[in-house]
């Protein structure tokens, strides 16, 4: 018998609701000291972002995916968290002229990838702030970058050991990966805001 069952799904919708709901208000409150100092462009852009991960965090409330897996709601969750981090940091790089590499060229932000958005992000920190930044969620970006090509190119799906579904990720995966991301995303907007009391942008 599979080792999948209502209860250990229910656990894990219930760790990603605690921390989202422990954690909106202080995205809430870096969001709008960010806002004072962005184009409304921009302060566009940051509200997508939110609304990504908002929009996420609605759709693992189904109570059919708390009985069972569905291929789709991971699907969707894999080919949409990268957004959130890619609106965030666009608005990064528009607001403070940054323009991410690839191949040792510069490229517009709005072609950049998730991968190179995050490594130009850091790349700037540290040269505004004249130190090595402590990173501690920065491999966030990288693994889903690599969850959303699979997902969106993968044709070998394997045997997921607890759902019996061939799939790149299932409720347990797609849980942990949310609650990761969430964090990734403030320790993103806590560096930019120390980037604004230091450098102040002009909208």
């Known amino acids: ?31 709008d000291d960010l806002n004072g100092n962005l184009t409304q462009e921009n302060r566009d852009r940051l509200e997508d972002s939110f609304n990504v991960l908002r929009r996420i965090r609605e759709s693992l409330s189904d109570e059919d995916y708390q009985r069972s897996e569905d291929h789709l709601v991971f699907h969707d969750f894999a080919l949409a968290i990268p957004d959130a981090y890619k609106h965030a940091l666009r608005a990064y790089m528009y607001t403070y002229s940054i323009h991410p590499f690839r191949d040792t060229h510069p490229i517009d932000a709005s072609s950049a990838n998730i991968r190179e958005l995050s490594d130009a992000f850091y790349n700037d920190l540290e040269n505004r ?5 402590r990173l501690v969620y920065s491999f966030a970006t990288k693994m889903i970058k690599y969850l959303r090509d699979n997902e969106e ?5 394997p045997l997921d050991h607890i759902t019996g579904e061939n799939s790149f990720g299932s409720i347990y995966t797609l849980g942990s990966i949310f609650v990761i991301a969430t964090y990734a995303y403030i320790e993103i907007l806590r560096h930019w805001k120390e980037v604004t009391e230091l450098i102040p942008a002009t909208p």
């Open 153 to 157: 190119h993968g044709d070998r799906r």
């Open 1 to 31: 018998m599979l080792p999948d069952n209502g209860l250990a799904r229910e656990g894990v919708l219930r760790v990603v609701d605690h921390v989202w709901t422990s954690s909106v208000h202080v995205i809430r409150e870096l969001i």
């Open 129 to 133: 702030l004249q130190r090595n930044i």
